[in-house]
């Protein structure tokens, strides 16, 4: 069982930059892949972009491409989520997740993290 716990949101103005952190525990030989989501009031889940831990291929989302940056630390067995320009709209609970080789299947999710974007 993979334990997954976020952490770095907050609030931030418009157009300033958070970096949330996944650290992730348990048998993360079984994970492939790690995911960063969001889910705002009202809104289906949304993915955001995705990084295998071996050889560090990224996949994103058109709405995030070029704003947020997916990386990993194998060492620390830890993902991040880089955000810039953030946006009021990008307000939403993020989350982690393991997955899948093809980022098409994430079974472990972490607890989330508020990230609010207010002037």
């Known amino acids: 069982q993979v334990q997954l716990v976020e952490s770095g949101g907050g609030m931030v103005q418009p157009g300033g930059s958070l970096r949330l952190s996944c650290a992730s525990s348990?048998?993360?030989?079984?994970?492939?892949?790690m995911g960063w989501f969001r889910q705002a009031p009202g809104k289906e889940r949304e993915f955001l972009a995705a990084?295998?831990?071996?050889?560090?291929?990224?996949y994103y989302a058109d709405s995030v491409k070029g704003r947020f940056t997916i990386s990993r630390d194998n060492a620390k067995n830890t993902v991040y989520l880089q955000m810039n320009s953030l946006k009021p709209e990008d307000t939403a609970v993020y989350y982690c997740?393991?997955?899948?080789?093809?980022?098409?299947?994430?079974?472990?999710w972490g607890q989330g993290t508020q990230v609010t974007v207010s002037s």
């Open positions: 348990g048998r993360t030989f079984s994970t492939d892949a």
């Open positions: 997740a393991a997955g899948s080789r093809d980022f098409t299947i994430f079974g472990s």
């Open positions: 990084i295998r831990w071996s050889g560090g291929t990224t």
